[in-house]
C-alpha cells in the first residue's frame, strides 16, 4: 500500500515520505517503542490516542488488504458505511439539517399565518428550545415537508448552500462545515488508501448532504444513502428540472430502514459500519451478522468539555454494543483532537 | 488515453500495441482508408458497422476524454446510464423477469386455487399468449407481487439463478445471459476502458438484475437502478436477512421515474443515455437537456431475421429521437453481428 501511494506523491512529497520511511528504519532499530510523546512514524491517524479502537482499525484494515491473510478482502468487497450526525459531525444542540429547516420555516412564515397556531411550526416560530430539542418523527416529518418541498431541487440546493456558507454553530462559532470530526476525516482518508468504497447512510436529506459531502468527506454524490422528497421529473429541452414533491421516500432512512436502503443502493453488505446512535442499530447489526469478520464502530459521546457528553438517543446501542463486542469509540479518550481547527 | 492504457499493459501485450500502433502509423500514410473489408486497425467496436452511429460514439468519447479538447470532461462526470431489456438483450417475445415471473407463478399455482378465476392470474396459467403479451401496468404489478414477494431476498435471489441456469429463449434456444447484443458489450468495454462509470436503469427488478450483471455486464451491484419490493429488515446474530414485502418502491423506474432514481441514486448527470423505447424517453430527455454535449443512443430494433422488427412502445421515443436528434442505432445496418454465439 505504501508504494501505491509513493506514486502518487508529486516529487516534494517523495522526498518527505523518503525522510519518513528513513526515520522509521532508523527509530526501528532502536530498542524503545514509540509513546505518546514520540508520534508514531507514518502514523495514519495521528488524532487518534493510542488505544483499544485504534489498534482494532489498523489490525482489521491490516488483515483486510494483505493476500496472505485468511481474512483478506477483495476491493470490490471492500465497502464501508458511516453515519452522519453524531457520527461525521455534531449533532448537537440540534440536528444541522433540522436546524436549517428551521431557519428555512422562519423565512417562509409571512406567507403562511396559520403556522402560529399549528404544531410543530408554532414551537419553531416561537422557537420553544424544549419541545424542538424532543420532536417526534411525525413532527420533523410535518417540518421537513413544509421546508423542503413543493420547491424545485435546484432552487432546494443553492439554499443550502448559501446557509451553509453563512450559519455558524452557536458553541463553536465555525461553519457547520468546518466541524467535521478530525479523526474521522482521518479515517476516512485512511481507508481510502486502502481502496475502500465509502458510503454515507444518513437520515438528513440526500441532496442535502450532497452539498457539501464531496469537499468536506471526500465521498462522491453516488456514495451517499439518505433521506428524500420523493421527485417528479419535469423535462424541458433547455432546462429539464426536477421537483420536490411533499413526499418522502420508502424506506425512512433511520433504524430498520439503513439495512434496506443499504441494500437497495449498495447491492452488497459492507465490512465496515460506524455509528452512534440507536438509529444506527440495524445497521451495525446488519454488517455484524452478515460477515464473519466486521469492523464496527460505535462512537459514544463522553466530551461535554470539548464537545457534548450525552446517552440520550443512544441507550440501545450502547447496549448492543457491549452485548454484541462492537468497539466503543470514546470520543474523550481516543480522539487526541476532536476538530480540525483544534489541531 | 493510449498511454494510460499503454501503462497497464504487460510487456507481451505493449509489445504487440507497439506494433499495432506502427502498423496504424503506416496506414495513415497510405493513401487508402480501411474499408468494411480492411478491418480498422485496434478496433474496440469491432461488431458495429463503419457508420454514423459507430462515429458518432467514438467522436464522443474521443473529445470526452482529451484534455485538450473543448468537450472535455473529468473521470468522475463520465456516467453512462443504459437501459437494459431491449437495449442490452432482448425483451422479445417476452420480458425475461417476466417469462420468469409467469414461470414462477405456475409453480406456486397449486396454493392458489382462486388464481384460476382472477386476471391476469388465469390468463398466466392458460397460457393466453394474447394477454400477457400487451399487459396494463396494474397486471404487470400484480404478476410481480404475487410472483417476488412475501419472501426472503435471498430465496428469491436463489430462485432466479437457478431459473437462469435453465430457462433457455423460446426462438434464439441459449440462456438468456448468453444473449446480450455483442456490439453492446463492446460499447460497455470501450466506455469502461475510457473511465467512464457505467449504470443500469431498468424497468426490471434489481435484485433480479444484480444476479447477472456483474457476469454478462461488468456491472457492479452499486451500479444497477431499478425497480424492486419495498424490504424490511429482520436481524439475527447469525443470519440476518431481508424479507420482500408486497409493495413496490417509488418511484416505479420507467418512463419519468428513471430520471428521478438516476438523481436520486447517482446524484449527477450522465453525460451518455442508451434506450430503446419510450419507457427511456424522459431518461434520454434528461441526459440531453442537462448537458451541452451528450452522446444519445436510441437502439431501433429493425431485423426481424436475426432478432426481431418492432416499433410498438417506441413511437414516441423514435419520433423524439428524430426530432431532437438523438443517434438512431439500427441494428440492422449498425450491428455486424447481433449476438456472441454469432461472432
Known amino acids: 500500500m505504501i508504494g501505491s501511494r509513493l506514486s502518487a506523491l508529486s516529487g516534494h512529497g517523495r522526498h518527505i515520505l523518503f525522510c519518513l520511511v528513513a526515520v522509521g528504519f532508523l527509530s526501528s532499530c532502536a530498542p524503545t517503542q514509540p509513546t505518546a510523546q514520540q508520534p508514531k512514524v507514518n502514523d495514519l491517524l495521528p488524532s487518534w490516542n493510542e488505544g483499544v479502537a485504534k489498534q482494532v482499525i489498523i489490525q482489521f484494515c491490516d488483515a483486510a488488504v494483505d493476500p496472505a491473510s485468511a481474512s483478506y478482502v477483495s476491493p470490490e468487497e471492500r465497502i464501508a458505511v458511516f ?23 422562519r423565512r417562509l412564515a409571512p406567507a403562511h399565518p396559520q403556522w402560529l397556531e399549528e404544531q410543530p411550526f408554532a414551537a419553531v416560530l416561537q422557537n420553544h428550545a424544549e419541545y424542538l430539542s424532543d420532536l417526534e418523527e411525525s413532527d420533523l416529518l410535518k417540518i421537513f415537508i413544509a421546508a423542503e418541498t413543493e420547491i424545485t431541487n435546484e432552487e432546494f440546493v443553492r439554499d443550502v448552500k448559501r446557509w451553509l456558507e453563512t450559519a455558524r454553530h452557536p458553541r463553536f462559532g465555525g461553519h457547520y462545515t468546518d466541524l467535521a470530526y478530525q479523526p474521522m476525516l482521518e479515517l476516512l482518508a485512511y481507508l481510502r488508501s486502502r481502496a475502500f468504497q465509502i458510503y454515507i447512510c444518513s437520515g438528513s436529506d ?10 468536506v468527506y471526500g465521498i462522491l454524490p453516488e456514495n451517499v444513502i439518505g433521506n428524500s422528497a420523493l421527485m417528479e421529473f419535469r423535462p424541458s429541452s433547455t432546462h429539464p428540472m426536477f421537483f420536490r414533491l411533499p413526499k418522502p421516500i420508502e424506506p425512512n432512512n433511520n433504524r430498520g430502514g439503513k439495512p434496506v436502503n443499504i441494500k437497495l443502493r449498495v447491492g452488497r453488505i459492507p465490512i465496515i459500519a460506524v455509528g452512534n446512535s440507536d438509529g444506527d442499530i440495524q445497521m451495525l447489526q446488519l454488517v455484524d451478522g452478515q460477515n464473519d469478520e466486521a469492523l464496527i464502530l460505535l462512537l459514544n459521546h463522553d466530551d461535554a468539555q470539548r464537545e457534548y457528553a450525552y446517552d440520550e438517543g443512544a441507550e440501545e446501542v450502547l447496549e448492543a454494543a457491549k452485548q ?9 479518550k481516543d480522539f487526541k483532537v476532536v476538530f480540525p481547527f483544534s489541531r
Chains 1, 2 share one sequence.
Open 83 to 105: 453515519d452522519n450526525d453524531g457520527t461525521l459531525w455534531p449533532e448537537k444542540p440540534l440536528n444541522v439539517e433540522l436546524t436549517f429547516a428551521i431557519e428555512r420555516l
Open 206 to 215: 440526500m441532496e442535502f448532504l450532497r452539498t457539501f459531502a464531496p469537499e
Open 324 to 332: 454484541s463486542q462492537w468497539t466503543i469509540v470514546s470520543m474523550k
